[in-house]
């Protein structure tokens, strides 16, 4: 269910394993390959891509990135991942080209993908005969399955279908959102800058040589009329300029959004014969850049237990698959949630709080051994 990275990359994964599989995707095709989202890969998802065969224009046009930029007091201070992490990097690429990519080669296989599906339901997921059904192409359509992946997303009717007694919600709201924009100018610093600033958080990063993408933290209902273009770009260069003269470059805006902010975990991922993987079992601020990293490594996980099952008809793969991807999430939760508090400015928050950050940041930038942890954490935390 999903024609996300989660559902996409699951179904090329199991394609290579011999095992046939249908997708039911609720949006159209261009909604899908259109929405701009996350854009910064680990090096363990760049890898995962190359295996399955999807990496071509990834390793033509993704720009790695051997470092991150964390600016406070007026003044950049680099962290150099490559240095601190054995020569392990990132890779900026757009999620909605990685999708674009995925649903090729998916089409590619000849194996089905339906766009566009209504009144879709899952059925008998605690028997050993689920089914799904949903209207698509003019006409009722029912799968009966050996297995559903929950792969729909946040908002998806996986997760919502298991009985709420089953599942264990932990959750927590954050009293700020990201106003987020896509421009036409050529980034000004050939890596990330994660600003930490009194008027609050600002992100710059970048899409390709020519487009770059900025956010700015705002208020949870934030209204983006009230955001001009010439407002928004005052605003960014105030929180991300340094003093050594050094800010973003203008451009023509070509998309302007609100992102919320929530760490979400629902356990387990599993009842009966339907597994979620992804943004349908856990999301969180987006600050640590690992909402689609941790979708990439559960489905590797999920795509190995099936595997395992139809090859030996053994379960333990598949009964510990909640288990060991909760333990890399909940690493990805700690870590996004530490980001998110050193750099975000928390309405009503006191002055002592801002001492701490501060803190925190010298600390950060003067311990080899706190980089370290900043730097492993982002690049990646082992998949296995
Ligand atoms: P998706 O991408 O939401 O895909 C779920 C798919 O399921 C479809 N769907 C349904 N299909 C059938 N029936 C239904 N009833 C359905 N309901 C929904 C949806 O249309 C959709 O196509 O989940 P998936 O595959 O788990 O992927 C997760 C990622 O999309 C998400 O974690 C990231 O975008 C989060 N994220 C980031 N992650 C990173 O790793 N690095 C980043 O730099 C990063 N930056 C971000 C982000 C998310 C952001 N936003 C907009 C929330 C930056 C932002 C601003
Ligand atoms: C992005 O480029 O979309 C991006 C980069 C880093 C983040 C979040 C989003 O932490």
Redesign the pocket.
């Known amino acids: 269910?999903?024609?996300?990275?989660?559902?996409l990359l699951l179904s090329q994964l199991l394609h290579l394993a011999g095992i046939d599989s249908v997708i039911?995707?609720?949006?159209s095709r261009e909604y899908?390959i259109e929405r701009v989202?996350?854009?910064?890969?680990e090096q363990g998802t760049v890898d995962l891509i190359r295996e399955i065969g999807a990496g071509e224009r990834l390793m033509r046009e993704g720009l790695p990135h051997e470092g991150i930029h964390i600016r406070f007091d007026g003044m950049r201070h680099r962290i150099d991942l490559a240095a601190l992490t054995g020569g392990r990097h990132i890779t900026v690429y757009g999620?909605n080209e990685l999708v674009r990519d995925l649903i090729g080669v998916r089409e590619a296989t000849g194996r089905p993908l339906f766009f566009e599906?209504s009144d879709?339901s899952v059925h008998d997921f605690d028997s050993a005969r689920p089914s799904i059904r949903?209207q698509a192409e003019g006409e009722e359509q029912r799968i009966a399955c050996d297995f559903i992946a929950g792969?729909?997303?946040?908002?998806?009717?996986c997760r919502q279908s298991i009985p709420p007694a089953d599942l264990r919600i932990y959750e927590r709201d954050f009293p700020y959102a990201?106003l987020?924009i896509l421009a036409q100018a050529a980034p000004s610093c050939d890596e990330l800058v994660y600003s930490r600033h009194e008027r609050g958080f600002a992100l710059f990063s970048m899409r390709s040589p020519s487009v770059t993408r900025l956010?700015l933290q705002c208020a949870p209902d934030e209204d983006v009329d009230q955001w001009p273009d010439d407002r928004i770009w005052e605003e960014l260069c105030t929180r991300l300029g340094t003093t050594d003269g050094w800010r973003p470059n203008r451009g023509p805006i070509l998309l302007k959004g609100v992102?919320g902010m929530r760490s979400f975990v629902a356990e387990p991922m599993r009842h009966g014969r339907m597994f979620l993987?992804?943004?349908?079992a856990h999301?969180m601020p987006?600050t640590g850049?690992?909402?689609?990293?941790?979708?990439a490594s559960d489905v590797r996980n999920l795509a190995a237990a099936l595997a395992g099952y139809y090859r030996s008809g053994g379960e333990t793969l598949l009964d510990e698959y909640s288990g060991k991807c909760l333990s890399r999430i909940w690493k990805a939760q700690r870590f996004s949630l530490w980001m998110t508090a050193m750099l975000h400015n928390a309405p009503g928050s006191d002055a002592y709080e801002g001492r701490r950050q501060t803190a925190e940041l010298e600390y950060l930038m003067g311990s080899k051994a706190a980089m370290t942890s900043l730097a492993e954490n982002y690049v990646g935390l082992p998949m296995d």
């Open positions: 269910m999903g024609a996300g990275p989660a559902g039911v995707e609720n949006r899908v989202r996350a854009g910064i890969l999620q599906a879709v949903f792969c729909d997303g946040f908002h998806g009717v990201w987020g956010f992102t993987a992804g943004d349908a999301i987006p850049a690992k909402g689609l990293n941790l979708a």
